[in-house]
């Protein structure tokens, strides 16, 4: 299996516009971040899509990403899934039909309201809308043959999923664990992990509270993500506990096998 950074930045990316800070105006390319999203490759070739962000046709020029058999929504803020109607590129890109995305009933929900069209759209429009079709998931499920699980987290108030895939488990936009979640978080080869900054928000771990978190995980390797401008890179890393550091757009990530 393999995992791609195709964005590690906060809802307003980095650059920020109209920003000069430090790492606004840094040449590294460690430090231009799009909005948080990953693409999981499984072993037989299946490619799915962890939310469509309002960056999404430039992540997937950036990164060469041609496509996606499935997307899986942590939830839905607008960073996260204003970029869904890209998905009619993928669709065509595969000779057509539909697309199933998955997520929590809220997020199936809202992605119904605020994009109708694409759920209802007749065949005969073919390329026009993307063809969508939901699935509601509130415990494991498949996607070809590889086990998903969510793992309840809070974002804030509201109650969101992160994902496991075997040994891998992304926990985007994370503020709580819920006690009960803590045991679908062990045994970890890697974890991805929201770290805002390194202030405390009331929606978002701060750096230190991400580091704490995934110390209780006792994940072998964490990668955090969803990071905003006042975390430059190298400087951020240089001062990070050993096995861990930033995650970086562009980012690749082979860990064992899922496949059942």
């Not at 606004?24 to 231009?32: I, Q, V, W």
């Not at 079709?133 to 070809?144: L, R, T, Y």
């Not at 987290?153 to 664990?177: E, K, N, W």
């Not at 405390?200 to 993500?225: C, I, K, N, Q, Y």
Request: hydrophobic share 40%.
């Amino acid at each position: 299996m393999r995992v791609t950074f195709l964005g590690t930045g906060t809802s307003q990316g980095i650059p920020m516009i109209g920003c000069a800070c430090a790492v606004c105006r840094s040449d590294a390319p460690e430090d231009t971040r799009f909005r948080a999203s990953i693409v999981v490759t499984h072993d037989d070739g299946t490619q799915v899509l962890v939310d469509t962000t309002p960056d999404l046709r430039s992540q997937a020029l950036r990164w060469q990403l041609t496509r996606v058999d499935a997307v899986v929504y942590t939830h839905s803020h607008a960073d996260h899934i204003f970029g869904l109607d890209e998905l009619r590129r993928f669709i065509a890109l595969k000779g057509g039909g539909t697309l199933s995305v998955h997520g929590d009933a809220l997020t199936i929900a809202e992605l119904q309201r605020i994009f109708a069209y694409a759920f209802s759209a007749p065949a005969e429009l073919g390329g026009g809308v993307p063809r969508l079709v939901p699935v509601v998931v509130e415990s494991p499920f498949e996607i070809a043959g590889t086990p998903w699980l969510p793992v309840p987290i809070l974002h804030g108030q509201r109650p969101i999923h992160g994902y496991r895939i075997g040994s891998f488990a992304y926990l985007t936009d994370c503020s709580q664990v819920p006690d009960e979640s803590w045991a679908l978080l062990q045994g970890l080869d890697l974890l991805v992990i929201g770290a805002l900054r390194d202030r405390a928000h009331p929606t978002h771990f701060s750096l230190a509270e991400a580091v704490d978190a995934a110390r209780r995980t006792g994940a072998r390797r964490t990668l955090f993500t969803h990071m905003c401008h006042d975390l430059g890179h190298a400087e951020t890393n240089a001062r990070l506990p050993e096995g861990m550091a930033l995650a970086y757009d562009g980012l690749s990530v082979t860990l064992p096998g899922t496949s059942s």
